[in-house]
């Protein structure tokens, strides 16, 4: 497969700026498995479309304001740096720009006498190995110095930074959002919990791996940078008990069905525990573990693109994608959502 078998021609005022009001008022595209017609509803009409023993896992990863805004001390020359995986208690992975002249050994200021960090290496991924500098708790610093790190097609100021995080977002960790997860309200949930579905977590920290752009023309050359990933018991349990049921597992997004896949044996049963994770699912996955999914509409030739085309068939998924530019759906993170089920 060559990375042009998932391009798609998308006018740039489909891409969404702005959240809609009401997280659930969304549109929602649902693509059936065994039927070739789509239908098109509301978010809040995803309730119609699960059944009682179902299970919605969700991931419950915190986007944290890993963008920062500096100067290398030496020249003053104004610097960009963007926190993906934190190695230690101060060591991370990140991607710096301008990155040419971040070489190790230069010291950034983000804040002075507040927060500061030196490159010590360079990764294999065009990233920085880097070791901050910090007097206090680093979680405050951070929210202190730090910017949520909108992706860089949202080019309007994001008003109410609470719009970038689920609202069942708990475990701080992510250099971007789950994006599935924003149409869904407390209300909403409710409501799926009391027709019968369980709704558990995973987590999966979204970093490099989920973003990172494919730059070869044959896919099955690009490698996923790695993220870090948990499953609870008490999620593995729900799962297993909804197999027994005979409950399908819906999950939430792309990056909750990378940590359930990721986590399951060659039957399909959940390991329950945490680790880091490099899968790359495209078309000619068997799946193990989910049976549908909530997404989002991805970026053309992107990993996500890939993911829900080995779910529901690339021809399948690129019709639709035709269909909802026609139908002006909204792409991209704060844009309409797709159920494949």
């Not at 208690?89 to 991607?95: I, K």
Request: net charge positive; with cysteine; aromatic share 8%.
């Amino acid at each position: 497969m060559n990375i042009s078998d998932f391009d798609y021609f998308l006018p740039q005022e489909l891409i969404a700026q702005d959240p809609v009001r009401d997280r659930d008022s969304s549109r929602l595209m649902v693509v059936r498995l065994d039927r070739e017609d789509l239908a098109h509803r509301r978010f809040s009409d995803l309730v119609s479309f699960l059944k009682p023993g179902d299970a919605l896992i969700i991931n419950d990863t915190k986007v944290i304001p890993a963008r920062l805004m500096g100067y290398k001390e030496a020249s003053g020359a104004p610097v960009e740096v963007l926190l993906l995986k934190q190695l230690d208690t101060r060591r991370w992975e990140a991607l710096v720009r301008p990155g040419k002249k971040a070489r190790p050994g230069a010291r950034l200021v983000f804040k002075k006498d507040v927060l500061a960090c030196r490159i010590l290496d360079n990764t294999d991924f065009g990233g920085r190995v880097v070791e901050m500098d910090f007097a206090g708790p680093f979680e405050e610093i951070l929210a202190e110095v730090g910017i949520m790190p909108l992706p860089p097609y949202i080019k309007k100021p994001l008003l109410d930074q609470d719009r970038y995080q689920t609202v069942y977002a708990r475990l701080a960790g992510s250099a971007a959002a789950p994006t599935a997860g924003l149409h869904f309200t407390k209300g909403l949930l409710a409501r799926i919990r009391e027709m019968g579905v369980a709704v558990a977590p995973v987590l999966l920290h979204v970093g490099l791996g989920t973003f990172r752009p494919v730059k070869v023309e044959d896919i099955t050359r690009h490698r996923m940078h790695e993220e870090y990933y948990g499953v609870p018991e008490e999620t593995a349990a729900v799962i297993a008990g909804a197999r027994e049921r005979g409950g399908r597992i819906i999950a939430v997004g792309t990056t909750t069905t990378r940590c359930l896949e990721s986590a399951a044996d060659g039957s399909g049963r959940l390991r329950p525990g945490s680790g880091w994770t490099d899968i790359f699912i495209y078309p000619g996955y068997k799946f193990r573990v989910i049976d549908g999914m909530v997404t989002n509409f991805h970026l053309p030739k992107s990993t996500l693109l890939m993911m829900v085309s080995a779910l529901a068939g690339r021809e399948k998924i690129m019709a639709a994608y035709k269909e909802a530019v026609q139908r002006r759906y909204r792409f991209f993170s704060f844009g309409d959502a797709m159920l494949i089920i």
